[in-house]
């Protein structure tokens, strides 16, 4: 999460949708940047509205806008397999080894998949009670972003390449993306609003 204080602006930090690269490119401008541990990092907008807003609100005397980037919904889910297989050696409870992205993604697609591999659904990180973040922009459009905060910032921005998980087969047979991407169903809606 970075917070810039002149401009009223608050980022959230959305797992596996560029957050690390906009953290290193942004956080000199920012008034307060939270990248550790990973609970401060990735607050989501129930927390967000919860602790944060009212305490920036009262300090500032003023309302904040929130923005925050959405990735196409089983895009996100391929980024977050080949993020796993890569930390899997950091992971002893969460073995990847032997998973294909079908299994992963049959996974998710379970009752208690997300909850199960440990993973908060993009609408439920970019919603609270009804309300999403203000201005959510498509990661797959990163450049809009770009133009809106070089706009709110006032200031030229290049984002580094950075947290790239490693190349791997993240196929889905007809079917199995249709499961996927019924279980998927509120992400996908609320993407195609943005």
Known sequence: MLIFWE???VFLA???AGSTAIEAALEPLAAVAMQRPAALK???K???DAHVLPWLESAAGSTFTTVALMREPVEWLRSWYRFKLRDDHEDPEHRMEGVSFAQFAHDYASPDGPQHLNLVPQHRF???QGRTV???FRYEEMQNFVDF???QLDCAISLPRLNVPPTVDVDLAGPDEQAL???MAADIALYETI
């Open 7 to 9: 401009p009223r602006l």
């Open 14 to 16: 959305t797992p596996k």
């Open 42 to 44: 990735h607050v989501d």
């Open 46 to 48: 129930a927390t967000l």
């Open 126 to 128: 970019l919603s609270s």
């Open 134 to 136: 203000d201005r959510i």
């Open 149 to 151: 905060l070089e706009d």
């Open 181 to 183: 991407r019924q279980a």
